[in-house]
């Protein structure tokens, strides 16, 4: 893509020809978006196996409702330039976002959406049978280093949420608000069913602020918000939890996490 965006410099075109220039242009860019799915398909294609785990670090496990398999964070359609930064940055969903950003510290694993049969970017998925699914959770919540759960309120999550509080879990888990406000209802929902969120749930946001995130510290449980949803502030949700492991320090600012400005605590 670099080099087609070069073919199309004056230089360029002096020296080969506009018709040839933007031929050559055109051919690099299409070549480099080709190859750059063809690397995704071929990533997504690795399976989690629980029983045969093949990093000796401990994973990192994304629990969510099937509702929102990736926790997609849409942009408008007309903000084209925008949307084609979040593809080549894996900002489009929460799932590429982890993978991007946590993945440095261990293994982002989750259960995947039966039925699929287009394995997606991501989290690698292991693929279980009904009766089998609430074991492979349990097992890997008790050795994960961190847990990232998407809101919702669907007898499964509710179930995850429970499992999290009872097996003493809460100090390793970041809850992540679904962006736009269409969700604001289950956010809520979400919110009040959230075992530990304690105070954090009684927090009245200013009207022009939407939940991201409730985040673990040392002072208890902080709802992060934000003007704007973006990917952005996802993404300082994600470093204030890992740079903050089990809620053993301050929080940090949004400047330290990353992006300044982009979510505050509230």
Aim: charged share 20%; hydrophobic share 50%.
């Amino acid at each position: 893509v670099y080099l087609g965006a070069l073919a199309l410099t004056a230089e360029v075109q002096q020296q080969l020809g506009s018709a040839v220039g933007i031929t050559l242009a055109v051919l690099c860019i299409v070549s480099g978006h080709v190859a750059f799915f063809a690397g995704k398909r071929l990533a997504a294609r690795y399976i989690w196996s629980p029983a045969a785990e093949q990093d000796a670090r401990a994973p990192i496990l994304f629990l969510r409702s099937f509702e929102d398999d990736q926790l997609q964070f849409r942009r408008p359609w007309w903000n084209l330039v925008a949307r084609w930064f979040d593809l080549w940055s894996f900002r489009r969903n929460a799932d590429e976002a982890m993978i991007d950003e946590v993945a440095q510290y261990g293994p982002v694993v989750a259960l995947g959406q039966p039925g699929q049969t287009r394995l997606p970017f991501g989290a690698k998925r292991y693929y279980a049978s009904h009766d089998d699914w609430q074991r492979i959770i349990v097992e890997t919540a008790r050795k994960a280093q961190a847990i990232v759960i998407a809101a919702g309120v669907s007898p499964g999550v509710l179930w995850e949420y429970e499992l999290l509080e009872r097996e003493n879990l809460l100090g390793k888990t970041l809850l992540l608000f679904r962006p736009s406000a269409a969700n604001d209802d289950i956010n809520q929902r979400a919110l009040e069913a959230f075992p530990g969120a304690g105070v954090a749930s009684a927090l009245e946001l200013a009207p022009d602020q939407q939940l991201i995130a409730w985040v673990q510290s040392a002072s208890g449980p902080l709802l992060l918000s934000a003007s704007q949803p973006t990917a952005a502030a996802y993404i300082v949700a994600l470093r204030v939890h890992f740079q903050n492991p089990r809620g053993q320090k301050d929080l940090p600012s949004a400047s330290q996490a990353g992006v300044g400005g982009s979510a505050a605590a509230r």
